[in-house]
């Protein structure tokens, strides 16, 4: 299911989706759905909040030294909500060219996935709005999971060292300009995820925002707290303005 949420007061034109985390098991809709909802329309943004299917929609592991998604269920939910959010621009006062995603955990994982598997859908077309783009024009991951290569591996053996992602992320220089934020001491899912991922985005010219804190662990959210890392809505916001997606600030 996709609800949306109308933003408050004015209205910027830019619409979100929002994938909440939840390892592709189950789905943290609150803490990482309605109230980033709540967030995002008090900047006057409106927010589609995605219920998509679980559980393991996710990547599976290793099968004779490849990696093949089990099911690309989440994948199609994502891929379909964003045709429908473009199908629909007129009717919800939205800019078809300003639609962005944000994802949490393994919703920052489905974050990736949408933004390099935008050149087919993974599903037989239903109607008109799947002949709409599916590309994001911008994302945001945080404490990303299921995109280091070595995440599977024993930790005694995992190379620490090799910063590659899986190999059902191909990133390319068409990816969407992201942003992400991490923990360095997230031990879910462990900074070499989101390292993987900007290092890949990087080497394609992707224009991208990383922002690493040593505290923070996982699963922060919108959680209230003194660190340093509480102030990630402040910084997205800024990049929104700085990438063209909301207005220049005033008096600047």
């Known amino acids: 299911t996709m609800t949306v949420y109308p933003p408050k007061g004015r209205n910027t034109g830019v619409v979100v989706v929002v994938f909440p985390g939840g390892g592709y098991q189950v789905l943290a809709i609150v803490g990482e759905g309605s109230r980033i909802c709540g967030w995002l329309t008090s900047r006057g943004i409106t927010c589609v909040l995605l219920k998509y299917r679980v559980p393991d929609s996710g990547p599976t592991w290793k099968v004779d030294h490849r990696y093949y998604p089990k099911v690309q269920t989440a994948l199609q939910d994502a891929q ?126 992707v224009p991208t925002e990383m922002h690493l804190y040593a505290q923070g662990g996982h699963a922060f959210g919108l959680r209230a707290t003194r660190l340093p890392i509480g102030r990630w809505p402040e910084l997205v916001e800024q990049w929104l303005h700085t990438i063209g997606m909301l207005g220049a600030r005033q008096g600047r």
Request: glycine share 8%; aromatic share 8%.
């Open 80 to 205: 379909r909500t964003l045709g429908l959010v473009r199908l629909h621009a007129a009717q919800w006062h939205i800019d078809p060219h300003k639609v962005g995603v944000i994802g949490f955990s393994a919703g920052g994982h489905l974050v990736a996935a949408v933004s390099t598997h935008f050149d087919r859908r993974t599903y037989p077309p239903v109607d008109a709005a799947d002949q709409l783009g599916s590309r994001p024009d911008f994302a945001i991951a945080l404490y990303p999971g299921h995109l280091w290569l070595h995440e599977d591996e024993d930790r005694a053996t995992r190379d620490q060292t090799a910063l590659r992602l899986r190999p059902d992320i191909h990133v390319t220089a068409a990816t969407p300009q992201t942003f992400l934020v991490m923990a360095e001491d997230d031990h879910v899912d462990g900074v070499g995820q989101s390292l993987a991922y900007y290092v890949a985005l990087q080497k394609a010219g």
